[in-house]
């Protein structure tokens, strides 16, 4: 699967809606927060950061396209840990460990019998 490097205008909607906090009137008249949204994952970001329409529509593609690498990292990270979990339960055990659990088992077993041949 190839990594996602640009967004395709077609999966994506555009929300805008009026900001709030510092820019004074313009942020009061002007629609100049944007909402977008990444429709085969419903992910969305909102950006209110600028006071510029068109720099919110920037800044929310670019943390969109963020937000979209960092789950497809997650994903390839989880295919790979769940990978090499699954090798590791599957390998075979080391012969020298074998035989240390052999010995700590021998051991034992003779513990138990020495307490069993108790005489009076």
């Given at each position: 699967?190839k990594?996602?490097?640009?967004?395709n205008?077609a999966e994506l909607?555009?929300i805008f809606?009026r900001?709030?906090g510092p820019g004074g009137q313009?942020?009061?008249?002007?629609?100049?927060?944007?909402?977008?949204r990444?429709v085969?994952?419903?992910?969305a970001?909102t950006?209110?950061d600028?006071?510029?329409?068109?720099?919110?529509r920037?800044?929310a593609?670019e943390?969109?396209?963020?937000?979209?690498?960092?789950r497809?990292?997650?994903?390839?990270?989880?295919a790979?840990?769940n990978?090499e979990?699954?090798?590791r339960?599957?390998?075979?055990r080391?012969q020298s460990?074998k035989n240390?659990?052999l010995?700590?088992?021998?051991?034992?077993?003779?513990?138990?019998n020495?307490?069993?041949?108790?005489?009076d």
């Amino acid at each position: 699967m190839k990594p996602i490097t640009q967004l395709n205008d077609a999966e994506l909607e555009e929300i805008f809606s009026r900001s709030s906090g510092p820019g004074g009137q313009n942020v009061n008249k002007v629609s100049t927060r944007v909402t977008l949204r990444h429709v085969p994952t419903n992910i969305a970001v909102t950006v209110q950061d600028s006071r510029s329409q068109a720099m919110n529509r920037q800044l929310a593609r670019e943390r969109l396209l963020a937000a979209l690498q960092q789950r497809e990292r997650r994903a390839a990270q989880t295919a790979r840990h769940n990978r090499e979990k699954l090798r590791r339960q599957n390998a075979k055990r080391p012969q020298s460990v074998k035989n240390r659990m052999l010995d700590s088992k021998r051991h034992r077993s003779q513990r138990k019998n020495d307490r069993r041949r108790v005489s009076d």
